[in-house]
């Protein structure tokens, strides 16, 4: 069993700035992809950023330029840099990892959230 406890979110003032967090723990061969997703009230859930394990990333357009992911491959760790915060970033924030287990059996696998609540 795999399993990514989040950290790090919370109140934030437009302009200002956080910092996520997302742990994997478990039998875990390698985790090819990790990523960040957010869910906003009455919408669906979007991707906002991703970055394999070779360091590629992608973000939303939304984020570009005021998000950074990055990731600790030693710790099976990835982490969204929040700067430039704006109300419409308010969301509960999902962390997912691609795990390739020792089982080599792959699958995703999604973190419980963190509110992340930007007022203007």
């Known amino acids: 069993q795999v399993q990514l406890v989040e950290s790090g979110g919370g109140l934030a003032q437009a302009g200002g700035s956080l910092r996520l967090s997302c742990a994997a723990s478990?039998?875990?061969?390698?985790?090819?992809?990790m990523g960040w997703y957010r869910q906003a009230p009455g919408k669906q859930r979007e991707l906002v950023a991703t970055i394999t394990i070779g360091g590629s990333t992608n973000y939303a357009d939304s984020v570009k330029g005021r998000f950074t992911i990055s990731r600790d491959n030693a710790k099976n760790t990835v982490y969204l840099q929040l700067n430039s915060l704006k109300p419409e970033d308010t969301a509960v924030y999902y962390c997912?990892?691609?795990?390739?287990?020792?089982?080599?059996?792959?699958?995703?696998?999604w973190g419980q959230g963190t509110q992340v609540t930007v007022s203007s």
């Open positions: 478990g039998r875990i061969l390698s985790i090819n992809v």
């Open positions: 997912n990892a691609e795990v390739v287990d020792i089982r080599l059996t792959r699958r995703h696998y």
